[in-house]
C-alpha cells in the first residue's frame, strides 16, 4: 500500500498536480547550501507537479542539461524514501552531495570525496539488499565517472565513509542491481 508509485498518485489527486517527469539526473542536497545558493542567484524554477509531500524539487541547468534538486531530506529513511520517489517520476541517476567530518584529513579543503566504499550500519538498505559489512559504488558507475572530476576547482578524493546506505541504493530501487554496489560481500 505504502509504495511511492501510491504515495505520488495520492499526493497528484488530492492536490491536483500533473504528472510531469522529473530530470533523468537529480541530486538530494541535505544541507540545502546548493538551493540556497541558486535561489539567491535566481538559477532554479520549482517543479510545479513535484508530489512529494514534505519537500519541493528545483530545476538548473548544468551544461544545457537539465538537473533536479531536492533540499533537506535529511536521514537515511526519509532520504531513500525521497529517492524512491524521484526513480518512480522518471529519474535514472540520484546523486547525493553534503557535509561530513574527517577523520583522517586528505589535505587543505574544500575538497570532496567519491565514496568508493561505506561501511554499512543497520539501516535503511537492509531492506533491499543482503546484509554485508560494506557496500561499494558500482564498477559501471565509478567507470562512467573517470575523468568528470577534473576541471573542478576543488580536488575530488576516492574514499571510504561510514553510512546507512542510503546513497548507494538507487540502482536496486530501479532493479538496476548493477549500481546499488552490492558487488562484494566482505
Given amino acids: 500500500m505504502f509504495v511511492p508509485e501510491n504515495l505520488l498518485r ?4 488530492q492536490r491536483g498536480l500533473g504528472d510531469q517527469p522529473v530530470p533523468d539526473v537529480c ?4 544541507d540545502g547550501d546548493i538551493i540556497r ?15 512529494c509531500y514534505h519537500t519541493d524539487l528545483w530545476l538548473t541547468a548544468v551544461d544545457g542539461r537539465q538537473i533536479g534538486i531536492v533540499a533537506c531530506a535529511v536521514g537515511a529513511s526519509f532520504a531513500v524514501l525521497v529517492a524512491e520517489e ?4 522518471g529519474c535514472s541517476l540520484v546523486i547525493s552531495v553534503t557535509s561530513a567530518g574527517v577523520i583522517a584529513p586528505l589535505g587543505d ?9 561505506a561501511l554499512r550500519d543497520e539501516g535503511t538498505s537492509l531492506h533491499y539488499l543482503a546484509p554485508t559489512k560494506w557496500s561499494h559504488l558500482a564498477a559501471s558507475l565509478e567507470a ?11 580536488p575530488v578524493h576516492p574514499g571510504t565513509s561510514w553510512t546507512t546506505d542510503a546513497p548507494l541504493l538507487i540502482g ?9 554496489g552490492n558487488r562484494h560481500n566482505d
Fill in 10 to 13: 495520492e499526493a497528484r489527486r
Fill in 27 to 30: 541530486v538530494l542536497d541535505p
Fill in 37 to 51: 545558493h541558486l535561489r539567491a542567484t535566481g538559477e532554479v524554477t520549482r517543479h510545479d507537479d513535484w508530489a
Fill in 86 to 89: 524521484l526513480a518512480a517520476s
Fill in 109 to 117: 579543503t574544500p575538497y570532496f570525496i567519491l565514496i568508493e566504499r
Fill in 144 to 154: 562512467a565517472l573517470d575523468g568528470a572530476f577534473e576541471e573542478l576547482d576543488e
Fill in 172 to 180: 536496486t530501487m530501479n532493479g538496476l542491481s548493477e549500481l546499488s
